[in-house]
């Protein structure tokens, strides 16, 4: 009969309140972990939506507004990039490629973004991987338009399906005067791709002939047949992916940029920017993470009151433990060795209930919010947790061990009931 | 395994007590014991009235508490000399306890409680060539029936039932003495008979010395000899209690 096989029957048979502890144990252990997932899981899942870009040249605005906007869709530009300046950046000799996008308008909660085909080549994702297509092409005429899987899959669209596409964000006026058509349907790439739909910068132009200012110009819209023949030439776009030949001009390239005489331009290095994102978000994330660590505290506090509050019904186990020669430092171990198991089996709860409910809501999070939580193994900072727990666990039942070593030396192995 | 100065003579006492004086530290409590000598395999019965400090003395044979002054030598060994954790490991090598009731580890099997004092003992362990039998055997012979000691926790057994285990327990790995702190009082008057008379069964089995403590005198008759404390011990401080 070890002390280990006496510390877990003795829990055993206080059953509840043992369950209970495990429980809060468990349950903090999987919000400390869910925090980690969600957090690393959602910097991963930026970090991989955009690769192989060298740089991003917009308006001039802040870098992280600039890598939002033109990104991730979140937010939107101050100004437009002139397509002037647009020309005249790309046609530098250290530029090896320039894709330049347009951004404002939507379909339903989805964006629109205009852009050119050299996008389906030179746009890269997860270290590197290009765009596919489950269906279909890339856009041949001027009203085509290329949406990302989450569009096709929420909207039913199949190629060949009509769209009609509105002007500016939420907006209630649609152009209805211009229905597009799908030429093609993306694969799935876990980035904000999948929420888009792409059309023709001559598009973009197209839909806007007939508007100026956000309102419809009065009078009978230009007839589809008429649209096509005008001069769809872009006058503006929101901003530019770029590609320098070697990555030695890189900062000669974002200086060009960020100088430029003509108008005030700011080119960003995708990963300085996201950098600095994570500077921002950094203070979030800690305090989530403290947040979450304090649960984890409490909950081991809260096993460490449940043993203390046990100890005086526990005191005749105690005498019987001495009268049977072991020394109060058994007492203190057998008290050790319970909250280390409590603490133990209610980690390892912990991350099972973690695993189920990340299988859970990994759909509902990809679905909803286009962050892809992939189920990984545990970080070492993760793993390191849980040694935290462990060893946390041994620290807090201090407390319960050294006042059962004193009431058992007080107590002597005789006690009167 | 002789610690200290002290020579271990071939001692014919299985416990020597001389000129102690204990008082409990947070009680008004006090005793002084000139002289109490229990030779070895004597079956000595221990009277007193309650409170009197019949437990503390039991407690300072044991070495769970130490004497403020005086000797006392258990086995051979002068406790005073030892350190706690000396004196713990001493008892469990040496003295078997059975208390007067609750005496067992409620959510453990009665087998396993047996086993219990294996494992703080390595020299009573070394006695047992296969614990759980011997286990086994020492409850079949306390007439426990042995589905009763191997499969229901302790708190199913009645109370002469656990104290037939508190029994085995205490003997297991054949102590050389007996230490019973009234463990007949919350037992009818049959049940004591029987108690009483498995308990010297075992003892005489094991050639082990039984000190027992009761304030029932009549059962004076059946030991070696019986001692009231109060002609052993000037005690203080009881009206306190
Ligand atoms: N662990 C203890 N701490 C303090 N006082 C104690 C302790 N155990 C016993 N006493 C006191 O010692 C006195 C003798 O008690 P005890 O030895 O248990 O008597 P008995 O066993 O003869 O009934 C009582 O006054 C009791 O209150
Ligand atoms: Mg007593």
Redesign the pocket.
């Known amino acids: 009969m070890t002390l280990f096989r006496l510390a877990f029957l003795s829990l055993k048979s206080r059953g509840m309140t043992v369950g209970l502890t495990i429980l809060a144990i468990a349950l903090s252990v999987v919000l400390f972990l869910g925090v980690e997932k969600l957090r690393t899981g959602a910097r991963a899942s930026f970090t991989d939506t955009i690769s192989d870009t060298d740089l991003i040249m917009g308006a001039r605005s802040g870098s992280v507004q600039l890598l939002l906007y033109s990104v991730f869709r979140i937010g939107n530009a101050t100004n437009n990039v002139t397509w002037e300046s647009f020309q005249d950046i790309a046609s530098r000799p250290e530029v090896s490629w320039a894709v330049p996008i347009s951004l404002g308008d939507s379909h339903r909660q989805f964006r629109v973004m205009g852009t050119t085909p050299a996008y389906f080549e030179r746009y890269r994702y997860r270290g590197g991987r290009p765009l596919a297509f489950q269906q279909g092409r890339v856009m041949a005429d001027l009203f085509d338009a290329v949406v990302g899987a989450d569009v096709a899959e929420q909207l039913g669209y199949v190629v060949e399906d009509p769209i009609i596409v509105a002007h500016g964000l939420a907006s209630f006026s649609e152009h209805e005067d211009t229905p597009f058509r799908i030429s093609g349907i993306l694969e799935k790439t876990g980035t904000p791709v999948d929420r888009t739909v792409i059309v023709s910068l001559e598009a973009i132009e197209a839909i806007h002939v007939d508007w100026q200012s956000g309102a419809q110009k009065p009078g009978a819209p230009t007839p589809v047949d008429r649209l096509r023949e005008m001069n769809l030439r872009p006058k503006a776009i929101t901003a530019a992916m770029l590609g320098v030949e070697s990555p030695l001009q890189i900062f000669t390239v974002q200086r060009a940029i960020n100088e430029y005489p003509e108008e005030p331009l700011l080119a960003v290095l995708p990963g300085v920017a996201l950098q600095e994102l994570w500077g921002i978000v950094g203070i979030a994330e800690t305090a989530l993470v403290g947040v979450s660590a304090m649960v984890v505290v409490t909950a081991l506090m809260g096993m460490s009151a449940m043993i203390l509050s046990g100890l005086n019904a526990r005191r005749r186990e105690m005498a019987i433990l001495r009268a049977m020669g072991a020394g109060p430092w058994a007492v203190v171990a057998l008290l050790m060795i319970e909250a280390i198991l409590m603490g133990a089996v209610g980690a390892a709860t912990g991350v099972v209930l973690l695993y189920l409910g990340l299988a859970a809501i990994q759909p509902w999070l990809d679905y909803t919010y286009g962050l892809f939580i992939p189920i990984t193994a545990l970080s070492a900072r993760e793993g390191l947790l849980l040694v935290a727990v462990l060893a946390a666990s041994a620290l807090v039942s201090l407390l319960p061990a050294v006042r059962a070593y004193r009431m058992s030396l007080?107590?002597?192995m005789?006690i009167?009931m | 395994m002789h610690h200290g100065a002290a020579p271990a003579q071939p001692d014919t006492c299985a416990v020597d007590v001389n000129d102690i004086r204990f008082s409990?530290?947070?009680?008004?409590?006090s005793m002084t014991v000139a002289e109490f000598r229990v030779p070895r395999a004597e079956r000595l019965l221990l009277l007193?009235?309650?409170?009197?400090?019949?437990?503390?003395?039991l407690?300072l044979i044991c070495g769970v508490v130490a004497p403020d002054q005086g000797s006392i030598r258990v086995a051979g060994q002068e406790l005073t000399q030892l350190s706690a954790a000396r004196r713990d490991r001493l008892r469990a090598n040496k003295i078997g306890v059975i208390f007067q009731m609750f005496n067992l580890l409620p959510y453990a099997s009665a087998i396993e409680n047996i086993l219990v004092p294996l494992r703080f003992s390595p020299e009573r362990r070394a006695r047992c060539a296969s614990p759980r039998d011997e286990a086994l055997e020492l409850a079949a012979a306390l007439g426990l029936p042995r589905n009763l000691v191997t499969d229901e926790p302790a708190s199913n057994l009645s109370v002469g039932q656990q104290q037939r285990v508190a029994v085995a327990r205490a003997m297991i790995g054949r102590p050389e003495i007996i230490v019973a702190?009234e463990p007949t009082s919350a037992l009818d008057k049959k049940a004591q008979a029987e108690f009483i008379d498995l308990l010297f069964d075992q003892v005489a089995q094991a050639e082990s010395t039984l000190i027992m403590?009761s304030h029932d005198e009549r059962l004076a008759d059946r030991f070696d000899r019986s001692v009231q404390?109060s002609d052993l011990a000037v005690?203080s401080?009881?009206a306190?209690?």
């Open positions: 007080a107590d002597g005789m009167k | 409990w530290p947070n009680s008004a409590f007193g009235e309650s409170g009197g400090g019949k437990s503390t003395l407690s702190d403590v404390l005690t401080g009881v306190a209690a």
